[in-house]
């Protein structure tokens, strides 16, 4: 049986066998063999310190020198120590890479994490070109971690490079790099709130707010004037579904009845037959080329509306009175009702014109809305946001 072997069974360290052997304290009957060469000790430390270049030798020396110090107080024995010369932000790391090639040692040694090293470059490039061939091969998600990583990369590259031309700057890299991928997010995905409090909620830095705010606002500004629409909704567009890409009221939500009527109307009698009506609309008198009348008993009150069709069937009899040929109970919208409340009811009903009463008297005709009324409005409407758009100007663009 193995040293090894028989620490672990009878669950002990190896090294309390060991000691047990050299004093001679195993049990009797205790048969050893040999370990196998390679076997990895306990205790066995490779000391690895890296500069970012060579006129940081000396630094590089008090590396090893301060981890020598650590592995010999701790009566650890010391196997390796490597010593390179490499930036942080690469990967290229040859002496790295053989070190952990090797397994005569337990314990791998650095000063700090990043000394190994902070983050690839080479794969945020392939990352880049990777999720760019993704998408462009017309696949669907894959957005939200490549976004993190390259805005993420792209401040903190930022931050850094604002501290070799300005060292003075008190400015934390690691804050410059949460910056960079909240506003990436906020830019491509027109989310603002989100990434704020996505960026705070999974960091905890309340110091971040005031930045992340600028930076966010700041990209999402910058995507609204360079892109119609979101990473996310892009690929939605090329397929041929619209996508609103702009948030604003209804015109229709914000104008009443009453602004758009028209206040005179032209009205027919109850009692008034066909023979009556044809030969006055046949004369072209005023008001007669409407398409639709309002119907007013005696009392001036309605009872509903007929139309040209309606008035024109030849299979009514000439001597037959209007109110006689209502189909139906007159469908109306109130004064202070909205265009889109009187756009529905016309698209229920199926009909193109509204009588328009109000509330206090809903048998009073006071005016008429009609599809013409609505469509003229809007026509306003869209000149008036037209000449708004063409006063802004950006970049020397009308």
């Known amino acids: 049986m193995k040293l090894s072997e028989w620490a672990r069974k009878m669950g002990i ?109 080479n794969y945020i490039i392939l990352k880049f070109v990777s999720w760019s ?39 934390d890299v690691r804050l410059a790099g949460l910056i960079g991928m909240a ?59 619209h996508v609103p890409t702009e948030y604003f009221a209804d015109f229709f939500e914000q104008t009443l009845v009453r602004d758009s009527m028209s206040n005179q109307v032209v009205t027919l009698k109850g009692g008034m037959t066909l023979h009556e009506v044809r030969l006055w609309i046949t004369s072209g008198a005023p008001g007669s080329s409407h398409k639709g009348f309002p119907v007013l008993d005696e009392q001036g009150n309605l009872i509903g509306v007929v139309t040209q069709r309606d008035l024109f069937d030849t299979n009514e009899p000439v001597t037959k009175r209007i109110e006689e040929i209502i189909k139906r109970p007159p469908a109306v919208v109130y004064e202070d009702s909205t265009l889109r409340e009187a756009v529905d009811l016309m698209a229920e009903e199926g009909i193109g014109r509204l009588p328009v009463v109000t509330r206090t008297n809903p048998l009073k005709v006071i005016g008429i809305i009609t599809r013409s009324d609505i469509l003229s409005a809007q026509r306003k409407c869209l000149e008036e946001a037209r000449q708004v758009r063409q006063s802004i100007r950006w970049l020397g663009v009308r």
Not at 65 to 92: F, N, P
Not at 148 to 164: E, Y
């Open 13 to 121: 360290s190896y090294r309390r066998a060991w000691q047990m052997f050299k004093d001679g304290k195993l049990p009797i009957g205790t048969i050893l063999e040999d370990e196998p060469r390679g076997v990895v000790l306990e205790n066995t430390v490779a000391i690895y310190s890296r500069a970012s270049g060579h006129e940081d030798k000396d630094d590089l020396e008090r590396q090893a020198e301060r981890l020598k110090e650590y592995v010999l107080a701790k009566g650890y024995k010391i196997i390796h120590v490597v010593k390179e010369v490499g930036s942080g932000v690469k990967d290229t790391r040859p002496k790295l890479i053989e070190l952990l090639r090797k397994k005569d040692y337990r314990i791998l040694l650095v000063g700090h994490k990043d000394r190994l090293t902070r983050f690839g470059f």
């Open 133 to 171: 061939i993704s998408l462009g091969s017309g696949t669907s998600g894959g957005t939200l971690a490549p976004l993190f990583i390259i805005g993420g990369s792209c401040g903190a590259a930022l931050g850094s490079g604002i501290l070799l031309v300005f060292p003075h700057f008190e400015l």
């Open 183 to 241: 506003a990436m997010f906020a830019g491509a995905s027109r989310a603002f709130f989100t990434s704020v409090v996505f960026a705070l909620e999974t960091t905890f830095q309340p110091f971040g707010l005031l930045p992340l705010l600028g930076g966010c606002a700041a990209a999402y500004l910058i995507s609204g004037l360079l892109m119609k629409h979101s990473i996310m909704t892009e690929k939605i567009v090329r397929r041929g579904v």
